[in-house]
């Protein structure tokens, strides 16, 4: 059958047209044909409470994955982009562990554990650089040498002269102490170490020294107990499968250094057992862990200048195709205090900003992070 010419050109931009129309379908509906499945978390219902038979010892069962309490009057609050973030399964694990801190003069050894485990393993440390154990107070996280200056190995740690054994007696006497305690962050340690020094000739030390007696080491001691917990360090991490635990040391204070204090179920403040140096340096780490933009701070004052609109608050919508990301702006101000051997932390709403997080969310998320 004979076809007219132009016949076919006019057949194939039809279904040009066809099929063009319906990648537009596709392209304006897209987001139909993807569950969206955010906001099932807002609208899910509480399970029933799981019923153990009487038998049970319920000592034994705990939440493997907890789930983050949420205040149902706030529950308003809750939009899509705004959907509270899971408990982080994951924050029980740093991202560095064995890591050497340093701030104001002091520097700790950050394990990623509990010191009932920690106890056992710097005692086989001690023992095994020279030093021995000659006294120690799990109650109160110490540990302090024999003598260092009748063990090679050891005075080549505590970087005392070659000297021969002869030479000891006139030399000053040195021991290592060292301080296990529970770490701000839950289920963390940190060990700090000291060299001590003594030129008296009788039996020092006689008792078990306490860890307040020095302070404010000099460069040189502080290079040196850097060295010695990067040693540890890498001690404790080549035997982590083997570490065993100490019922003595699980008696160590470990009552929590960060508090969340509340009123009528909304944060009010956070309780801070630090200095103030530590106190600053962590609510700086939370604040950058939470991704909570820091406008501008004054650590002499207290005071952090920070943004912590929503996401739909900083989304400038298709006016972004048009002009440069927006900058942050002061909404919330976060204050530290000292009061009363503590720093308490709080947090209150700038002037001008009306959106829908209070200071109350801003210390809350602040608390996750901190603790």
């Known amino acids: 059958m004979p076809v007219l010419s132009g016949t076919r050109k006019f057949f194939a931009l039809r279904h040009m047209a066809v099929a063009s129309g319906l990648l537009l379908a596709v392209a304006t509906t897209g987001c139909s044909l993807v569950d969206d499945r955010s906001e099932r978390y807002v609208d899910a219902k509480e399970g029933d409470t799981l019923i153990l038979p009487e038998t049970a010892d319920t000592s034994r069962f705990n939440q493997v994955m907890p789930i983050r309490d949420i205040n149902p009057a706030d529950a308003s609050k809750m939009y899509t982009s705004d959907i509270p973030k899971p408990p982080d399964m994951t924050s029980e694990i740093l991202d560095e562990n064995y890591v050497v801190q340093e701030l104001d003069g002091r520097a ?13 393993a710097v005692t086989g440390y001690m023992n095994e650089q020279g030093l021995g154990v000659a006294h120690d107070n799990p109650q109160l996280g110490l540990l302090q040498s024999d003598l260092a200056n009748f063990s090679m190995r050891a005075r080549a740690l505590l970087e005392l002269s070659s000297a021969p ?28 170490v ?3 020094t003594s030129e008296e000739d009788s039996s020092w030390p006689a008792e078990l020294i306490s860890w307040r007696g020095v302070t404010d080491p000099s460069p040189e001691e502080l290079s040196l107990q850097k060295r010695v917990l990067a040693d540890l360090g890498e001690f404790l991490k080549a035997r982590e499968e083997s570490k065993s635990f100490s019922r003595a040391a699980s008696g160590m204070v470990s009552r929590p250094l960060v508090k969340l204090v509340s009123e009528n179920d909304t944060a009010k403040a956070i309780s801070m057992d630090l200095d103030y140096g ?8 939370s604040l ?24 739909d608050e900083r989304d400038p919508g298709w006016f972004s195709w048009f002009s440069d990301k927006e900058k942050a702006r002061h909404t919330h101000t976060v204050n530290l205090v000292e009061l009363d051997g503590q720093v308490q932390v709080t947090a209150e709403t700038a002037e001008g900003y009306s959106g829908v997080q209070g200071a109350e969310d801003l210390l809350t998320q602040l608390f996750n992070y901190l603790y």
Do not use: C, H, Y
């Open 108 to 120: 700790w050894l950050l394990v990623n554990d509990v010191p009932g485990r920690i106890w056992p």
């Open 165 to 192: 054994a002869e030479a000891t007696k006139a030399e000053p006497k040195a021991v290592l102490q060292v301080r296990i305690a529970p770490g701000v962050r839950r289920k963390t340690t940190e060990i700090q």
């Open 194 to 196: 000291r060299k001590l």
């Open 278 to 285: 530590r106190s600053w340096a962590e609510v700086n780490r």
């Open 288 to 311: 950058v862990e939470s991704d909570i933009a820091i406008v501008d701070l004054n650590r002499s004052e207290g005071w952090f200048f920070v943004d912590f609109r929503t996401a």
